[in-house]
């Protein structure tokens, strides 16, 4: 009786399983299977799954003027660089907030939380007036400047989360050791952060591979434009006759590597966020 | 005060990025630069916020914003929910599809929003494939501005949920197993936990939640931009987009900056109320 | 298991002193420390005993400068290192955690802070194998700290400590997280380590039986006040108060309030079975502690533990007497010592 239910109730979740799965990665998959069919067989609908493979519109994004691979490392370069800045930026100063007690923790942590929440989307102009006024625009370098920015309130705050978890007596029996302050964060606090500082770091990629419309309106040079804008352009183009399966092709190169990191470091982000969500 | 100076870098940078912008649009706002006054500043005093009083458009947008906001937020948290839920439940392989779910969330905005164009592409995305090889007459979801407002909230609804889900799942195990085993022994249902055990207990994940995505969807842009362009005659048009096309487009500085403001000042009241509802919630419970 | 001898060597080679003169500590208008006066001689080991929550941790904190006084001087041979940054003061401590750090080796965990001070690559890999060996851990070098039983995550601790070669040597509650048999076992081998040195030892605790094993004197510690400094005997055999009398001693000692307005203070170890004088007295309750028992009596001054070698059962009834000597008088209403 109760073996019964229990298969039954096993069953249910997997088929809810299936629903998430397919919710999840439907729409992925279908770009997928665009990515790989011809012109052709995309317009004639399901006509024949035999025939119509093709590679092409893989080759033909490649091949572009620029070619899509130039976007991809736009903007691997530019978010490894926002990466680095905010680290370097987040590191000191969520380490002093996590020492810190009293008014300014509490003022510093919740002008954090006001401006991690703040929908960055207001900001685009007056920082477009900033790059114009600094010459900042077309430059990647540049713009990585306001994504570290804008990347850091979250930063902060999930790393100064982590730094409090730690047992204060290791720190402490550096001091006595004469360590310096640097020296205590290379040597014991950030090595025992890997996780944290791993998660932080992989937002602050994601945020600036994703990001739109500071890019938008910072780069204007298309063999500079990252991933998100290139993506509007090819989109504005034209509606009805763009080509879908050099458009799915381009989603799916532009997925791929998020995919892969994604995957890499799935157990970091979770307890990351995780972590972050509980201190918040 | 040395934790004053290891903080300042950061500091400087993000009064550079948050405070320095609304400065400016509070500056801007009482200017007319355009078109017509060759983009050079020229005070106007409050002339820019008397024709955003006035502005059909503003309010229009603002109007479909919020909606916008409120639908597909609420959509996300029981969905959301719903994900958590099965998520939080022991099954093999439980983890390999926590993190394939996170996938629409890890993707860029535009990159799915173009995918989503094609699918709901009228008359050769697989949608209305499927509905034609159905003999059914395929549907303009894009073209029509019901339909296009509605695809914009899937759209936002298929992207977010994971990162609604992750959030709620952490909350979910913060609660202790042994309350739903008390609850059980004295006789509830599982219908009957949710109700009395999981949602008092996950109400401060669900608040942070919601002024979390409140925030972002009022701010909407990139999904906008990318899949509908605000358009059919400015359906789905969002603030943001307004805001970007009054700079951009009508090249109206002046005009922008007050957009944003107004966009600033509905979103400052909209948190304000999210947090009186759950001091209420609070005080009720 | 070591020689004072070997020992020296790895302790600082000056002697020191160390004086704490009427240090205070507020938090709020909490007073944590009031007006603490402590002397701490080369080599000697002071265990510093009270409840928790008296400010003994404080104390050891102020000592090694990651807390800093609101007043009062720590004078260390002589030279005020009040202001002192921690990293200059040269003290070790072994924490009540042991504070190893979990991502490095034991071997690394030894080697880190003198790398960090500039000692060159050949001595420290000496000096780490040679406190190793000291301390029985040559086999556990490359492990990490999780991998370690309890006892020996103590004994790197404690090794990490005589690395830095301290002028003062802290130590706060360095068995609490040692089951009790391991407790006893370790008394010597710490007793003999700490002894060997010439630097003082600050011993924190809030058990009085360590106290008594380890320290040379102990220093009572209560309401932010040093209730009584002396040696285990001169605390067991002269409390001074009623505070330093309940604290020392187990079973605790009786306390008589008499009509003089005085406390009769009367350990369990020194009652005895009398013929006739006395107190008549009823047993109530009893524990076997194999060579003594462990009583629990009514007398007409109330219940009174007793400490009695012979067999007696529940409900027994007799006299009880003490030799004039081991009486303890205190003033009831200041609790000192008459």
């Given at each position: 009786m109760s073996g019964t239910h229990r298969q039954r109730m096993a069953l249910g979740r997997s088929a809810l399983v299936a629903l998430l799965l397919l919710w999840s990665l439907g729409p992925m998959l279908w770009q997928l299977y665009t990515s790989l069919r011809s012109a052709d067989a995309l317009l004639l609908g399901s006509a024949g799954l035999g025939g119509g493979w093709t590679l092409a519109n893989y080759t033909d994004v490649l091949s572009g003027d620029p070619p899509f691979w130039r976007y991809m490392l736009n903007s691997t370069v530019v978010g490894a660089l926002s990466t680095l800045f905010t680290l370097a930026l987040a590191i000191p100063c969520a380490y002093a907030l996590s020492r810190r007690g009293g008014l300014l923790r509490l003022l510093v942590g919740g002008g954090l939380l006001a401006a991690a929440v703040f929908p960055y989307v207001l900001l685009f102009l007056a920082l477009l007036e900033v790059a114009r006024q600094l010459g900042l625009a077309n430059n990647l370098l540049a713009l990585s400047l306001p994504y570290a920015g804008l990347s850091l309130p979250l930063a902060v705050l999930l790393l100064q989360a982590a730094f409090a978890e730690l047992p204060v007596e290791l720190e402490e029996n550096a001091l006595l050791e004469g360590f310096s302050l640097l020296q205590r964060l290379r040597w014991i606090l950030l090595p025992l952060m890997g996780p944290a500082v791993a998660s932080t770091g992989l937002l602050v990629f994601l945020f600036s591979w994703n990001e739109f419309?500071?890019?938008?309106?910072?780069?204007?040079?298309?063999?500079?434009?990252?991933?998100?804008?290139?993506?509007?352009?090819?989109?504005?183009?034209?509606?009805?006759?763009?080509?879908?399966?050099?458009?799915?092709a381009a989603t799916v190169l532009g997925s791929l590597p998020l995919l892969a990191l994604l995957l890499l470091f799935q157990r970091q982000i979770v307890a990351g966020l995780t972590q972050g969500a509980i201190k918040g | 005060m040395s934790a004053l100076l290891l903080m300042a870098p950061a500091l400087l940078l993000l009064l550079a990025v948050f405070v320095w912008p609304l400065l400016d649009y509070a500056w801007l706002s009482l200017q007319a630069q355009s078109v017509?006054?060759?983009l050079q500043p020229e005070p106007v005093g409050l002339a820019n916020w008397q024709r955003l009083l006035a502005d059909g458009r503003f309010w229009q947008d603002a109007g479909q914003t919020l909606r916008f906001a409120v639908v597909s937020v609420g959509l996300e948290l029981v969905l959301g929910l719903g994900f958590a839920l099965l998520l939080h439940q022991r099954w093999r392989g439980r983890g390999v599809v926590r993190t394939l779910t996170l996938l629409p969330w890890a993707l860029p905005t535009t990159v799915m929003a173009l995918g989503w164009r094609w699918i709901f592409n009228d008359p050769n995305g697989p949608i209305n494939a499927l509905l034609q090889s159905l003999g059914l007459a395929s549907v303009p979801f894009l073209a029509s501005p019901q339909l296009a407002w509605q695809t914009t909230v899937l759209a936002d609804v298929w992207k977010t949920t994971p990162f609604v889900a992750l959030l709620l799942l952490a909350g979910l195990q913060m609660i202790p197993a042994d309350l739903y085993e008390a609850f059980a022994l004295e006789g509830g249902s599982p219908w009957q936990s949710l109700w009395r055990v999981t949602l008092p207990l996950l109400r401060p994940y669900i608040f942070i939640v919601l002024l979390f995505r409140l925030a972002q969807a009022l701010g909407v842009f990139d999904l906008v931009v990318v899949l509908t362009g605000g358009?059919?005659?400015?359906?789905?048009?969002?603030?943001?987009?307004?805001?970007?096309?009054?700079?951009?487009?009508f090249l109206d500085f002046g005009y922008s900056a007050t957009v944003m403001l107004g966009m600033f000042v509905l979103l400052l009241i909209s948190s304000a109320g999210l947090l009186l509802l759950q001091r209420r919630v609070q005080v009720r419970a | 298991m070591t020689t004072p001898t070997t020992i020296s060597t790895t302790t600082a080679a000056?002697?020191?002193?160390?004086?704490?003169?009427?240090?205070?500590?507020?938090?709020?208008?909490?007073?944590?420390?009031?007006?603490v006066n402590l002397a701490v001689a080369p080599g000697e080991c002071l265990a510093l005993l009270g409840p928790s929550g008296c400010g003994k941790s404080t104390v050891l904190r102020l000592i090694a400068g990651l807390d800093a006084p609101d007043a009062g001087r720590i004078l260390l041979d002589g030279d005020d290192i009040t202001e002192r940054p921690p990293a200059r003061r040269q003290v070790a401590m072994v924490f009540q955690s042991y504070a190893l750090y979990p991502h490095l080796s034991v071997a690394r965990n030894l080697s880190l802070g003198m790398e960090v001070r500039g000692v060159p690559r050949g001595e420290r890999d000496r000096e780490v194998a040679t406190v190793l060996q000291l301390l029985q851990l040559a086999e556990m070098g490359q492990r990490r700290p999780a991998e370690l039983s309890g006892g020996q995550r103590q004994r790197v601790a404690l090794a990490r400590a005589l690395l830095r070669r301290p002028r003062v040597f802290l130590l706060d509650e360095p068995m609490s997280n040692l089951d009790a048999q391991l407790r006893e076992e370790l008394r010597p081998q710490l007793r003999a380590i700490l002894c060997g040195g010439s630097a003082p030892v600050v011993y924190v605790t809030h058990d009085q039986q360590e106290a008594m094993g380890i320290a040379d004197r102990i220093a009572v510690l209560q309401d932010g006040r040093v209730q009584q400094c002396g040696t285990p005997q001169e605390l067991y055999q002269a409390p001074a108060n009623l505070i330093v009398a309940g604290f020392i001693g187990r079973p605790q000692i009786n306390l008589l309030p008499q009509p003089d307005g005085t406390v009769l203070g009367l350990r369990p170890e020194h009652l005895v079975a009398v013929t006739e004088g006395g107190l008549?007295?009823?047993?109530?309750?009893?524990?076997w502690h194999g060579a003594?028992?462990?009583?629990?009596?009514?007398?007409?001054?109330?219940?009174?533990?007793?400490?009695c070698a012979g067999n007696l059962s529940i409900g027994a009834e007799l006299r009880l007497g003490w030799a004039r000597e081991h009486e303890h008088r205190f003033v009831q209403t200041t609790g000192q010592r008459c």
């Open positions: 419309p500071i890019a938008l309106t910072w780069l204007s040079r298309s063999e500079l434009l990252t991933l998100a804008p290139a993506m509007a352009r090819i989109a504005g183009s034209s509606v009805f006759t763009v080509p879908y399966g050099a458009f799915a | 017509f006054t060759g358009g059919p005659a400015s359906s789905t048009e969002s603030l943001a987009v307004y805001a970007y096309l009054n700079a951009m487009r | 000056a002697p020191a002193s160390l004086r704490l003169e009427n240090l205070g500590r507020r938090i709020g208008d909490r007073a944590i420390l009031d007006g008549p007295v009823r047993v109530l309750s009893r524990e003594s028992q462990q009583l629990l009596v009514a007398s007409p001054q109330g219940e009174l533990r007793w400490t």
